[in-house]
């Protein structure tokens, strides 16, 4: 099992709705990442949260707001949505400590459509 | 230019057998880590086996071992006795460090396109 948990695990939205998704772990990792990855494609980086603060924006469009309420949950707020936005949605985190050497652990990513 | 590169889209093997999934990456950045995920068709992101710049040795994980070659900039994967389990997208990905505007850094993940393995029983 997965100890990053992603709620829901699907989600469809009309382009008018907002939604959130959720993403929760508690292995006491401090840096918490959206990615999102298209079909038959690699993940890309959205942002990236240090220690509750927003660190990367990878220049992702404002329908996308991210959230990191406390050091164990992480939101991705979603607004007027596009049809291209339909995709999986990976929540990840990891330590802060040993530089580049600590894995990223994912969630099981949340299916969104967007209709 | 692509900083990670997977040149096989797909990849066939016999169950219990060994296979070879390559990956080439570019850096500039003295301190870096090279991971391997797998990706089974439910979605889910698997750490496999994590190698450092700083690292002598090649790392090994059970089934799974990792070697890197630096002056070849190469870091295949290699799965010993295949499992039909084991059928899946496997990604290698690079952690760099990103200069932030706040005068900080923080680490990047950079995954390659992907190798689709698929495991015959």
């Known amino acids: 099992d997965t100890e990053v948990t992603q709620t829901p695990k699907h989600l469809v939205m009309g382009m008018t709705n907002k939604k959130s998704l959720k993403c929760e772990q508690h292995m006491g990792h401090r840096a918490m990442y959206w990615y999102k990855q298209k079909a038959k494609k690699p993940p890309e980086l959205m942002f990236v949260?240090?220690?509750?603060?927003?660190?990367i924006n990878e220049s992702v469009p404002s329908r996308f707001s991210p959230e990191c309420p406390n050091s164990s949950l992480l939101n991705l707020h979603l607004h007027a949505l596009q049809p291209e936005d339909s995709a999986l949605y990976l929540c990840a985190s990891s330590q802060t400590r040993g530089g580049g050497t600590s894995p990223l652990h994912f969630g099981n990513g949340t299916r969104l459509t967007v209709t | 230019a692509q900083k990670i590169t997977q040149t096989q889209p797909g990849m066939f093997v016999q169950e219990k057998e060994a296979v070879t999934l390559d990956c080439t990456y570019d850096?500039?950045?003295?301190?870096?880590?090279l991971f391997w995920y797998k990706q089974p068709s439910s979605g889910e992101m698997i750490f496999l086996i994590y190698q450092g710049s700083y690292d002598q040795q090649n790392a090994t994980e059970g089934r799974y071992s990792l070697y890197v070659h630096k002056a070849r900039k190469s870091a295949n994967l290699v799965i010993s006795a295949s499992q039909l389990g084991d059928s899946a997208m496997y990604f290698c990905?690079?952690?760099?460090?990103?200069?932030?505007?706040?005068?900080?850094?923080?680490?990047?993940?950079?995954f390659g396109k992907g190798t689709l393995l698929t495991v015959n029983p």
């Open positions: 850096t500039s950045d003295p301190s870096y880590g």
């Open positions: 990905a690079m952690r760099e460090t990103k200069a932030l505007n706040s005068g900080g850094s923080n680490y990047k993940l950079t």
């Open positions: 949260y240090s220690y509750e603060k927003l660190s």
